[in-house]
């Protein structure tokens, strides 16, 4: 009488084994997917400033980086002033802006303060720290842990 009891441990066992292994295999998947997923491109560049100790620290930075970008010493930014600047600080991988991505990330040029395109003090900064915001979204998602619906350990990691 004891063989129901036998063959429904082993049972048991056999699907929490499955189950396992099947969120073994997913997490792997999605690891996986993470490692190859495209890099934003500015992400490098965004990298830099998560040694920001808080907002006033990142803005100072965010402020050094804009007059550093500034050859023309005019107060703006454009997109050539970007796109150059940027090559040459040879991030890893490098930041390549393209042009459709300055146009993203200025609104379609609507937060652009002239016609040439340029990006004002502010405006650089209000860019930046939205797009700062981004790469921590980004990160974020792919550093916490997938935990499949069928986990049964989901009490303890919640």
């Known amino acids: 009488t004891l063989l129901p ?3 429904a441990v082993l049972l048991e ?4 084994a499955t189950r396992r292994e ?8 999605l690891k996986k997917a993470a490692m190859t997923q495209v890099v934003h491109s500015l992400d490098p560049l965004l ?11 990142f803005q100072i930075r965010v402020e050094d980086l804009f007059w550093r970008l500034d050859v023309d010493n005019n107060g703006t930014l454009n997109y050539q002033e970007l796109f150059e600047g940027f090559r040459k600080m040879k991030f890893r991988p490098a930041v390549k802006l393209s042009q459709e991505q300055f146009e993203v990330i200025t609104r379609q040029r609507e937060l652009c303060v ?11 900064q ?3 720290m939205e797009e700062f915001s981004l790469y921590i979204e980004r990160h974020l998602g792919q550093s916490v842990p997938a935990v499949s619906k069928d986990d049964t350990h989901l009490g303890m990691i919640l």
């Open 114 to 124: 002239n016609e040439g395109g340029g990006i004002d003090m502010q405006r650089f």
């Open 22 to 29: 099947k969120d073994m295999n997913n997490r792997a998947a």
């Open 126 to 128: 209000y860019i930046m």
């Open 47 to 57: 990298a830099t400033f998560m040694g920001s100790t808080c907002l006033e620290d």
């Open 5 to 7: 009891v036998v063959v």
């Open 13 to 16: 066992n056999f699907t929490t």
